[in-house]
């Protein structure tokens, strides 16, 4: 038989969210939440969606891996002439969002998306491991694929092409940092009331932000 999507129903229960427990600086409010994540072994806590909008006004979102985060903003790697590198190079305005059913928590981020300097990004795509590394070469990624066939080719000949050397990383791949400026905190509760908890730009607070608590 099939689901009755309409009757699926979950009681959040296990935590709540108030102003005076909460950071007063979003990040390390974020950096708290994310610990229990990684503390709870939840799957991939570091996955995120990332939202952009594209030249025609159109939205799209897709998961991406938060690679680090401190006081400069969000870091993610990509493809530049992916889809979503080619909506950032027209409206740098993205949004985050981070999901953690398990803790019945979300985090919603807002900010601006710049290139990270080619050293950071040199660095990093020296990490990885050597099969993703040809996967950035290999996948003209977004572009229309005629098979799969055709991408395990271009995968093997890149492997024979860089069999007895480092790969480099190709100059249409690299990272991105998000500068935020807008956090929203929400925690599951009983009956849809949830809580949500904003911070805002606010010069005049020690921290530079202001919270609000946002109507669930």
């Known amino acids: 038989m099939p689901i009755a999507i309409e009757s699926l129903r979950q009681e959040y229960r296990q935590a709540v969210l108030n102003e005076a427990d909460v950071k007063a600086s979003p990040l390390e409010q974020f950096q708290d939440w994310l610990q229990q994540a ?3 072994e939840l799957p991939e806590p570091h996955a995120m969606t990332l939202a952009t909008v594209s030249p025609e006004g159109l939205p799209s979102a897709r998961t991406v891996l938060l690679r680090s985060v401190d006081s400069a903003g969000f870091v993610f790697y990509t493809n530049y002439q992916s889809r979503k590198g080619r909506d950032i190079a027209h409206q740098p305005g993205v949004c985050l969002l981070f999901y953690w059913p398990e803790l ?3 985090v919603r981020i807002e900010g601006f998306a710049s ?8 660095a990093y795509f020296a990490s990885r491991p050597r099969g993703s590394q040809i996967g950035a070469h290999a996948s003209p990624q977004s572009e229309v694929l005629p098979d799969r066939a055709s991408l395990e080719a ?3 000949a890149l492997i024979a092409r860089f069999a007895d050397q480092n790969v480099p990383r190709p100059e249409h791949w690299g990272g991105y940092c998000v500068k935020p400026h807008y956090f929203e905190f929400w925690q599951g509760r009983p009956s849809r009331l949830h809580d949500r908890l904003a ?3 606010d010069p005049l607070q020690p921290q530079g932000w202001k919270i609000q608590r946002l109507a669930p």
């Open 154 to 156: 271009r995968e093997q």
């Open 199 to 201: 911070y805002l730009p």
């Open 38 to 40: 990684l503390a709870a």
């Open 104 to 106: 019945e928590r979300q």
């Open 115 to 122: 290139q990270l300097p080619a050293a950071v990004s040199d």
